[in-house]
Structure formats: structure tokens, C-alpha cells
């Protein structure tokens, strides 16, 4: 598809005055941040990516552990720090750390999985090297229980002495993964609102006492419902940063019915700004003021349709990051690295897909102070400001027409450099830079990501193309 077209006939032509965008939030450095799953760590069943086209949807796929020396990988991830790296899901819930050199043959009685001291040493350098202190949460399967059912902190407490007496920094720690799930995350038959209340209490005193220099988030929960509500309310009081969940649906394999048509849409984009409003409200009522984390998201739960690695996702991606900056959430954790379709890098040859190329671009362009573009809103047309990276007084736009059809403008009244993605179809698994296709070079060189200079007037932005615009001379007071 071409990135730059003429059109008799486009959608109202607003002129943005850049020099006078007010602020509107501002967000963490590490706003864009990811998950690598505790079960890629230790190695185990994780959901199965797509096969070949017409082949039935599995579940699961029995998968070793991530290889996190790799080259590859390491020099992708570092080219996206600032970030944090969550070591957590679902499976985190029930996995046992071997506090020794020598693992056992089996996890114990009450767990599901082991972490040996070798594979958390190297998530400790993984993230020394790519500059992303790790988030996590710890096991609250049967086997940290006692007689009574009791959540007893002595795995958190081996995890947590043996990352500090191996160099390693916890930023910041969820008590549990999703606890509005408990069946499906390994918590005692019954596990209500109640129970984790009085375990979370048990688990902050600890934090405090043990780690006080850690963030603790919650409630890390995935609904908006009656269930959710509840472990938001006993926990409020003693969290130091909302966290929060967000799938906007159920993927194929677990009985979901999005189609790619959907995936460009505004309900479909919108989404995500209804989860956190409801998170938003309930932070207001009982945490006032506390910085609110999105530490789980991407394009649908159950490791992603088979378009989330394509570049029909990207609209979804760059928005939610967009839409939920403006918002103020300070920090957004993808869904994962390199696992599975969701991944931002192919699980196999970490090979990067879309969405990782316009993570790069989100990285080098949009910086910590957000701005508001003061363009009304308009379906299949968003505009996203920030102060741009580095650059005094410049200001960054995201300007998305999720529109499959029709060319969209805006006028600006200084000289830009423009970074427009397309891609020939956006179900295609490529994506072009203004014209050219982004890819590794033969010895893994990321490629230069430079923009088209382009006098001040109107732009004109093709239909489904995604549009990074940087004004070094906007001369906004904001952003010195």
C-alpha cells in the first residue's frame, strides 16, 4: 500500500498548533515495557502457536526454556530499554524456587513447576543487560501453605535473598497473577475475596519488612466484574501502584470469535481505554492518587489470534499505548517478548515481527511528557502527542488512520520528519518503513530509522498506514 497519496476528497483538515499543546500526564521512563512468562523461564506447556492455515487450533505446546543469553534476543530487548521485564503468569502461581544448586527431579507436593537457581541467575543478567529491572509475584499454590490454608511467605523470601545476593533488582511485585481467576492459577479450592485479603495483608507486612524498597503492585487482577471489584477492594489500602489486566478478548484456541476485519476498528481500538476506565474509578474511591500499571496486555488472552503477528495488530498496539499514556497509566506491559503469536519477536527465531518495529519507533520518537494534539476525535482517525525524544522543544505525534479506506489529513505549520508503517496488506507478517520493509540485516544490524523530511502544510495519510511525525523546531515550552 503506498504511504503517500493524493486525495480529491479526505475527512476535515485540522490545523495543529504545536507550539501550544498543553501537557496532560506524564509517564514512567520504562512506560513500554514486556513480559517474558515464568513458564518460558523454567520451561513447560505454554499456548501453542498457530500452524498451518485450516489446522486446528491447539492449546498447549510443550516448550524448553528461553535461551536467554541468546544474541539475538538480548540486542533486541536492549534497543526497547528503557523497560521493565515481568516475570510472572499464571504459571508463577504454583511454581516452586529451588533454593539450592541441585533442583529436585519434580516440583514438591503443592506445586506445578520448578525454578532452579541457574534460570533465575540468568533472568537476573538478562536484565542487567538489556537494562530492565524485573517485576514479578510469587507462588500461592498449596505447597506455601500451612494446615489452615495460610499463605506463608518463605518461597517469596528465598526468591527475594537469593535475586539480592546475586545482583539482581526487583523494581516491583504483584502478590499473585490474576487473582480474580484462582481455579485457573493454582489458588486452594474456594480461594473468594476474603481469603486473598487476608493473604495480601500477610504478604504486604512481609514486603515492608523484608523489601521495602519494592513497588508493590495490585491487584493484577483480568475482569472488570464482581470478582475483580472485591480483591480490588481488600487490597487497595496497600498497594503503592494499581495494577491491572487487559485482553480485549478470548483468542481461537480458546473459543474467541474476533476477526481481522474487527482488528482495525474503533470499538475494537476503544476497548482498552473501557478496562482501564473501570480501574480508574475504582483506584479514585480507594487508593486516590496512586499511580495506576497495566502490567498485562495483548491482542487477545490465550497467546493471541493468528493476525497478532502480523501488522494488522500494530494499529491495536500503537493505540493502546497512545490512548493509555494520554490516560496517564505509567506503565504498559506487553504480552510477551517472545512467545507464542502475541510476542513482539518470533518465539523461534526472534526474528522481529510489526509490532516490534513500531515498539522501536515508539522508543526512539515519543517521549515521557504526553501532550494533548487537541484534534477532535473522529472515527478511524487518532492523533497521540508527546514531547519527543531528546529533542528540546520538539514535540512527537502518533497519528493512526485505522480507516481501510479513506485518506485522512492534518496541517502543520513547521518542518517534520515523517515514519509512516504500511504494509502491502495488513494481514502481511512485513512492514514497510516509508516505502521500505523493515528486516535484521545479516548480522542481526537493526536498520536505520530515518525519516522523510517534509515541509510544514498539509499531510496527507493513507488509509490503515500508522504515522509517526517528529517537529524538532515546534518551540513547545512543555517539552524543554
Known amino acids: 500500500m503506498a504511504a503517500f497519496i493524493c486525495a480529491k476528497a479526505v475527512a476535515a483538515e485540522p490545523t495543529l498548533d504545536v507550539a501550544t499543546m498543553p501537557r496532560v500526564a506524564t509517564i514512567d521512563p520504562r512506560f513500554q515495557s514486556y513480559n517474558i512468562e515464568m513458564v518460558e523461564v523454567t520451561g513447560g506447556r505454554f499456548w501453542k502457536p498457530y500452524g498451518a492455515a485450516g489446522a486446528k487450533a491447539e492449546l498447549f505446546a510443550a516448550r524448553t526454556p528461553i535461551d536467554l543469553h541468546n544474541g539475538r534476543l538480548r540486542k533486541l530487548?536492549?534497543?526497547?530499554s528503557p523497560a521493565f521485564l515481568r516475570v510472572s503468569g499464571t504459571w508463577a502461581n504454583s511454581t516452586y524456587f529451588a533454593d539450592?544448586?541441585?533442583?529436585?527431579?519434580?516440583p514438591p507436593a503443592g506445586f506445578k513447576g520448578t525454578l532452579t537457581q541457574q534460570q533465575w541467575r540468568d533472568v537476573i543478567d538478562f536484565s542487567h543487560a538489556v537494562d530492565a529491572p524485573i517485576v514479578t509475584s510469587f507462588a500461592i499454590s498449596a505447597g506455601t501453605r500451612d494446615a489452615a490454608g495460610r499463605w506463608s511467605p518463605e518461597q517469596a523470601r528465598q526468591l527475594l535473598a537469593f535475586t539480592r545476593s546475586n545482583g539482581g533488582q526487583i523494581a516491583a511485585a504483584e502478590f499473585m497473577n490474576e487473582p480474580d481467576l484462582p481455579a485457573i492459577g493454582g489458588a486452594p479450592d474456594r480461594y473468594d475475596a476474603a481469603a486473598y485479603g487476608r493473604d495480601f495483608a500477610t504478604f504486604r507486612a512481609f514486603m515492608k519488612d523484608t523489601a521495602p524498597d519494592v513497588t508493590i503492585l495490585g491487584p493484577g487482577t483480568i475482569g472488570t466484574g464482581a470478582d475483580a471489584r472485591a480483591r480490588f477492594t481488600v487490597s487497595a489500602?496497600?498497594?503503592d501502584a494499581v495494577s491491572y489486566h487487559h485482553y480485549g478478548a478470548l483468542s481461537a484456541r480458546c473459543g474467541g470469535d474476533r476477526t481481522a476485519r474487527q482488528?482495525?476498528?474503533?470499538?475494537?481500538?476503544?476497548?482498552?481505554?473501557?478496562?482501564?476506565?473501570?480501574?480508574?474509578?475504582l483506584r479514585d474511591r480507594l487508593a486516590p492518587g496512586k499511580p495506576i500499571w497495566l502490567t498485562e496486555t495483548a491482542e487477545t488472552a490465550c497467546g493471541g489470534n493468528r493476525w497478532a503477528a502480523t501488522f494488522t495488530d500494530t494499529f491495536r498496539y500503537l493505540d493502546q499505548l497512545g490512548r493509555l499514556a494520554k490516560a496517564g497509566v505509567q506503565v504498559v506491559m506487553h504480552n510477551t517478548l517472545a512467545a507464542s503469536d502475541y510476542g513482539l519477536l518470533d518465539e523461534r527465531t526472534h526474528l522481529p515481527r510489526p509490532n516490534y518495529w513500531a515498539a522501536l519507533l515508539w522508543r526512539r520518537l515519543m517521549g515521557s511528557t504526553v501532550l494533548d494534539a487537541r484534534v477532535a476525535p473522529h472515527p478511524g482517525f487518532h492523533v497521540y502527542a508527546h514531547c519527543a525524544r531528546d529533542i528540546p522543544g520538539g514535540i512527537a505525534l502518533l497519528v493512526i488512520n485505522n480507516d481501510r479506506r479513506i485518506p485522512r489529513k492534518l496541517t502543520l505549520t513547521a518542518a517534520l520528519q515523517r515514519y509512516t508503517l504500511a504494509s502491502a496488506t495488513p494481514a502481511g507478517g512485513t512492514v514497510q518503513l516509508n516505502g521500505s520493509t523493515l528486516a535484521l540485516g545479516t548480522s542481526d544490524e537493526i536498520p536505520d530509522l530515518n525519516g522523510v523530511s517534509t515541509a510544514a502544510g498539509t499531510i496527507v495519510f493513507a488509509p490503515a498506514t500508522i504515522t509517526f511525525l517528529t517537529v524538532a523546531g515546534a518551540g513547545n515550552t512543555n517539552c524543554r
Open 77 to 80: 530487548a536492549a534497543a526497547l
Open 100 to 106: 539450592s544448586e541441585t533442583p529436585p527431579a519434580a
Open 237 to 239: 489500602a496497600g498497594v
Open 263 to 281: 482488528a482495525l476498528s474503533d470499538e475494537w481500538l476503544a476497548r482498552t481505554g473501557k478496562t482501564f476506565a473501570v480501574y480508574r474509578t
